[in-house]
C-alpha cells in the first residue's frame, strides 16, 4: 500500500502532467487558428488590393466625352479673321498627313515649305495662293510633326488673283482627297457640297470688292 506522501506526489504529478499536455493542446490551437487567420488576412488583403489596382485601372481611363474633348482642344484656331476661306482633309488615320506624305502629294505644284513647318501653294505667276497647315496643335509639319487633320487657307484680300487662287485650292483639296483617301469639310467640319463651294466663290468676290473699296 502506498502511504499518504507517495499519494500525494502520484495526484501532484499527474495534475502537472495534465496541465503540461493541455498547454500543449492550448498552444497547438492558438497556433493552429493564428495560422489560420494570418492565412485569411492576407488573401483577402491580395484579392483586394487586386480588385482596386484592376479597378482603378479601367476608372483611369478617359471616357469617350473626355477622349472627345482632348481631341477638340487639339484643333487648331487659324481664323484670326473673318476673311479667311478655310478647308479640312479629315482622315481616319492619326498619323496621315506629315512633312513627308504632303510633300509627295503636292510635288507637282509650285509650292514653298518654309522652316516653321507651313506650305505655300504658289500659282502660275509663283503669287502666294493659299497654305497648307497642320489641323491640329502645333499647326505646322516639322520633321516630326504627324496628324489626322489638314487645314488649307486662304486669304482673298491678300491676293492678286483671289478667284484663280480659290479655283486652285478646291482643285487641290480634291486632288489630296483622292490621294489620301480622306473627307473635305469646311471651316466648321461639316461634308463640303458643292452649293458650299459656290457660296464661297461668291464670299471671295465679296471679301475682295470689301478690301479695294476700304484701300480707296
Known sequence: MFNLPEILTIVIGA???????????RAIRIK????????????????K?????????FSDEPSEQEFEDKEEEM???IKPSNSLLILHLSSQRKDQFSKDSITEAINDLNFVYDE??????????????FNILNGKKPGTFLEDNVSDD????LDPTNLSSPLESFDLLIDVSQSLKENFKCEILDEDRNLLTKQMIEHMRQQ?????RQFLASAG
Not at 495534475?15 to 493542446?25: E, M, S
Not at 480588385?51 to 485601372?57: D, F, I, L, S, T
Not at 516653321?116 to 495662293?129: P, Q, S, V, W, Y
Open 116 to 129: 516653321k513647318g507651313l506650305f505655300t501653294i504658289l500659282d502660275e505667276k509663283r503669287n502666294i495662293a
Open 49 to 57: 488590393d487586386f480588385e482596386e489596382e484592376w479597378m482603378q485601372g
Open 15 to 25: 495534475l502537472l502532467a495534465l496541465v503540461f499536455i493541455d498547454g500543449i493542446r
Open 204 to 208: 471671295v468676290l465679296e471679301y475682295r
Open 150 to 153: 489638314l487645314a488649307l487657307v
Open 32 to 47: 493552429r487558428s493564428s495560422l489560420k487567420v494570418d492565412l485569411i488576412d492576407v488573401e483577402e488583403y491580395v484579392s
Open 75 to 77: 484643333l487648331v484656331d
